[in-house]
């Protein structure tokens, strides 16, 4: 009875198309359920997000769940997930791309799952990282533990969707850095973001990381922008 009172007040609004949702659906419609744009990475290891970091950076695997087009419902659903408060929507990610990547040997080896992190004053502002909830969802279906201690955001700058691609890669290596001791040798990271672009903030990630002694890498995104 409450939650009906709160929907018919506070109706719930699909996160891709902005329309009301039923009460059997979660997050998105049915609509736009069926029409986000999968990438298929998983089933393919030499795909284009693998193919990004080519020449750059040695990573096991890199895959991106979805599709990321300006203007597309991706869009709409990441910056909710950013700067409006919506944290629902990485665990729903999260939960949905664990299924697809149960049917595939990528986690088989992971030892931890690394977000991508905010600068500590980013993290106040904002309250939260957006990857985070993405990787919990991810942990907990595979029994992998989460640390988002081991890799650490040394420099606060301006947001990178408001960068062209020059800036976002200018000064990008010197941006990131790691605190480790020995127990965190010898490991496979799973690194995880939200939109892989030029896959700069990735690269100097992963070369940071990389610091520690026989260190392997992977990558997964949420989406990746696509033409």
Request: overall charge positive.
């Amino acid at each position: 009875m409450l939650n009906s009172l709160i929907n018919l007040f506070f109706p719930k609004v699909c996160a891709g198309c902005k329309s009301f949702i039923s009460g059997n659906e979660y997050i998105i419609c049915t609509v736009c359920r069926h029409e986000l744009p999968l990438t298929k990475h998983h089933l393919n290891p030499e795909n284009e997000a693998f193919k990004k970091f080519y020449g750059r950076v040695e990573v096991e695997h890199a895959s991106a769940f979805l599709y990321f087009h300006k203007k597309g419902m991706v869009q709409e659903m990441i910056h909710g997930l950013k700067y409006k408060g919506h944290e629902e929507i990485g665990s729903f990610l999260g939960e949905w791309y664990a299924s697809d990547l149960k049917d595939n040997s990528i986690m088989n080896n992971v030892d931890a799952i690394i977000p991508v992190p905010l600068h500590k004053k980013r993290m106040k502002e904002r309250g939260y990282n957006q990857v985070t909830n993405f990787g919990v969802a991810l942990s907990e279906n595979f029994k992998i533990p989460l640390n988002d201690s081991i890799l650490k955001r040394k420099v606060y700058s301006k947001t990178q969707s408001k960068k062209n691609l020059l800036g976002r890669m200018e000064g990008i290596e010197t941006v990131f850095d790691v605190s480790f001791s020995e127990k965190d040798a010898n490991k496979h990271y799973l690194l995880i973001d939200d939109v892989l672009t030029t896959g700069a903030t990735l690269e100097a990630c992963s070369k940071a990381l990389l610091k520690i002694p026989g260190t392997k890498i992977s990558i997964i995104c949420m989406a990746m922008a696509h033409s």
